[in-house]
């Protein structure tokens, strides 16, 4: 989608936007119809996650529990760890 905004942000009429789409990204004329459509509501472009990894640690199985009981309180476990070492890293390099 992002692709197709800036597409129709350099002024190109929707129908040569979706050509340009589906020749460079191998998807149907149909699809990028659809990308097209959906990126004319948009104001900015939307974020992109980043890729994501398994990174396994040996914890105490207390402290597992835990990060566990906290996680499934705030909604999913994945990002609720990724926010505490995000938060915890951003405090430390602001103190060291």
């Given at each position: 989608?992002?692709?197709?905004?800036?597409?129709?942000?350099?002024?190109?009429?929707?129908?040569?936007?979706?050509?340009?789409?589906?020749?460079?990204?191998?998807?149907?004329?149909?699809q990028?119809?659809?990308?097209?459509?959906?990126?004319?509501?948009?104001?900015?472009?939307?974020?992109?996650?980043?890729?994501?990894?398994?990174?396994?640690?040996?914890?105490?199985?207390?402290?597992?529990?835990?990060?566990?009981?906290?996680?499934?309180?705030?909604?999913?476990?994945?990002?609720?760890?990724?926010?505490?070492?995000?938060n915890?890293?951003?405090?430390?390099?602001?103190?060291?």
């Open positions: 989608m992002n692709q197709a905004l800036r597409l129709l942000q350099s002024d190109l009429p929707a129908t040569k936007a979706a050509r340009q789409l589906a020749r460079a990204h191998d998807i149907s004329m149909r990028a119809h659809r990308y097209v459509a959906l990126a004319k509501n948009l104001a900015v472009p939307v974020d992109v996650p980043e890729p994501k990894a398994v990174f396994t640690v040996k914890l105490p199985r207390r402290l597992i529990a835990r990060v566990r009981r906290a996680a499934r309180q705030d909604g999913g476990s994945g990002e609720w760890v990724a926010a505490a070492l995000h915890a890293l951003s405090t430390q390099s602001a103190h060291g």
